[in-house]
């Protein structure tokens, strides 16, 4: 597999890593769920080079993750949104900070915490099914070949 075809294997891992798949675009998108949203907030944040951001931000905004919203006209500045295709990789996003929760923070404990809105409690991401509502771990998952499969002779 070549890093830059991942984006046409029969793997959603490998299509989503295609995209989001590096240290500074997971830094950016955590960013953007923090509400960062002009590059030079970006850059200060991240402390990453105004060429690697622009390179970072193109490629989301090419896979549809994030658009740009023109904020200034003179000279023109534009905002990097999350769009639908993006708040999908909440998530995602929640499921790495999970799991630096767990095994990444030491003895001074999470940096951060979550609180859901609807009941005003702090939580932890879990993953239940979509059809009985119950928890799901890797122990009560088994995989069938879907519709997009490649079939192997």
Same mark, same amino acid.
């Not at 995209?19 to 944040?45: K, N, S």
């Not at 702090?122 to 239940?128: A, G, K, R």
């Given at each position: 597999?070549?890093?830059?075809?991942?984006?046409?294997?029969?793997?959603?891992?490998?299509?989503?890593?295609?995209?989001?798949?590096?240290?500074?675009?997971?830094?950016?998108?955590?960013?953007?769920?923090?509400?960062?949203?002009?590059?030079?907030?970006?850059? !200060?944040?991240?402390?990453?080079?105004?060429?690697?951001?622009?390179?970072?931000?193109?490629?989301?905004?090419?896979?549809?993750?994030?658009?740009?919203?023109?904020?200034?006209?003179?000279?023109?500045?534009?905002?990097?949104?999350?769009?639908?295709?993006?708040?999908?990789?909440?998530?995602?996003?929640?499921?790495?900070?999970?799991?630096?929760?767990?095994?990444?923070?030491?003895?001074?404990?999470?940096?951060?915490?979550?609180?859901?809105? !609807?009941?005003?409690?702090?939580?932890?991401?879990?993953?239940?099914?979509?059809?009985?509502?119950?928890?799901?771990?890797?122990?009560?998952?088994?995989?069938?070949?879907?519709?997009? !499969?490649?079939?192997?002779?």
């Amino acid at each position: 597999m070549r890093w830059n075809e991942l984006k046409r294997e029969p793997c959603s891992v490998a299509r989503t890593v295609s995209v989001i798949g590096d240290r500074w675009t997971l830094l950016i998108l955590r960013d953007c769920f923090l509400r960062v949203r002009r590059f030079e907030e970006f850059q !200060a944040r991240l402390g990453v080079t105004r060429h690697v951001l622009a390179d970072r931000l193109r490629k989301l905004v090419r896979a549809g993750v994030l658009h740009k919203v023109v904020y200034q006209t003179r000279p023109r500045r534009f905002e990097y949104r999350l769009t639908d295709k993006g708040l999908d990789l909440h998530p995602v996003l929640l499921a790495v900070v999970h799991w630096g929760d767990v095994h990444m923070s030491g003895r001074r404990g999470r940096p951060m915490l979550h609180e859901h809105l !609807a009941c005003g409690h702090m939580f932890d991401p879990v993953m239940t099914c979509s059809a009985c509502s119950q928890p799901v771990d890797v122990r009560a998952v088994r995989l069938h070949p879907g519709p997009g !499969a490649v079939r192997r002779r």
